[in-house]
Structures are given as structure tokens and as C-alpha cells.
């Protein structure tokens, strides 16, 4: 009668592990889902940026952006790259802690360009427009962090189950490995 109790168990445990390991698989496949919208938006070439090539009336009016504009989006593409990367060497392993590490200081970057293009283009962030960039931004930004915060849910999840007793003895039988939230 106790072998068929602990049968029964350590099926139920194990199950209940590939259930929430299942979870945090499922939040990251809507992370890389948001995350690729976020890269093409930053990747996309029809971003209207202004140029240093104004008319000196435009000059004038104080409506030229400086150069560093132009060099500030690349800054924005180049980060969205990394990420990109980051985001498929991720893709094959989600719960690799040095990937998920990895992606998220790139996801840092990003965010860290974005904010410098502000910051060092006034002309650029003064540009604010309905269904413009800016708000086009804010928006992916926005989903991107909901998208975070539902995989960082379920691995917290993870992880408190895979660290309770007696399941962290299946975890370690059947090599769960922990998670690292973003």
C-alpha cells in the first residue's frame, strides 16, 4: 500500500512540475511575442525621423534637429539587434539562466537608447504625434513589461514549487532546473 501512495505521489508531484515548467514556457512564447513587435518597431526603416537637411526658414523657426538624431535612432537599431539576438539564443533554452540573464540587460539597453534619443534630441521628443513613434513606443513598452511581469509570475511559481519538499527530491531526479526571472 505505500509503494501504490508513493506512486501515486511522485506521479501527481511531477506532474504538477512539468505543468508549471509547461507555464513558464507559455509566458515566454507571449514575451518573445511582444518583444519581436517591440524590435520591429525600433528596427523599422519608415520611422520619421528628421534630418539635419532643413530649409534655413525651418532653421530659423528653431524646428531643425541636430544630426545626433540620426546617430541617436541607430543607437535605438543597434540595441533592438541585440535584443533580437538575445531573444533567439533565448528562444531555444527559456529557462537558461544565462540567457534570460542576457536578455534582459539587453531589454535594458533598448530602453536605455530610447531614453537617450529623448533626452539628447529635443527636436526628436518634442515631435509628439497621435499614432506616431512616441506613442507607438509607449504602447509595445507597456505590453512588453505586462508580458514580463506575467513570466516573471510564473516563475516565481516555478521555482517555490520546485524548492518545496518533498517535490524538490523529484526536481532533482528528473533534473528540473530553477528559472531566472527578467
Known amino acids: 500500500m505505500v509503494p501504490a501512495v508513493l506512486l501515486s505521489w511522485a506521479v501527481g508531484a511531477h506532474n504538477r512540475l512539468v505543468r508549471l515548467r509547461g507555464a513558464v514556457l507559455q509566458a515566454f512564447a507571449t514575451l518573445d511575442t511582444q518583444m519581436q513587435r517591440w524590435i520591429a518597431l525600433a528596427e523599422s526603416p519608415s520611422v520619421p525621423l528628421p ?84 506613442v507607438l513606443w509607449d504602447q509595445q513598452d507597456t505590453q512588453v513589461q505586462l508580458a514580463c511581469d506575467q513570466f516573471n509570475l510564473a516563475v516565481e511559481r516555478y521555482n517555490a514549487a520546485l524548492g518545496a519538499f518533498p517535490a524538490v527530491l523529484l526536481a532533482w531526479i528528473f533534473r528540473f532546473i530553477p528559472a531566472r526571472p527578467l
Open 51 to 134: 534630418t539635419a537637411d532643413h530649409s534655413a526658414a525651418e532653421a530659423a523657426a528653431g524646428q531643425a534637429v541636430p544630426a545626433t538624431a540620426q546617430a541617436l535612432w541607430a543607437g535605438v537599431h543597434a540595441a533592438a539587434l541585440q535584443l533580437g539576438a538575445s531573444l533567439a539564443a533565448t528562444r531555444a533554452r527559456p529557462l537558461d539562466q544565462g540567457g534570460l540573464a542576457a536578455l534582459s540587460a539587453a531589454r535594458e539597453v533598448l530602453r536605455s537608447a530610447w531614453r537617450r534619443l529623448l533626452q539628447d534630441s529635443p527636436a526628436f521628443a518634442g515631435s509628439v504625434q497621435a499614432g506616431g513613434i512616441h
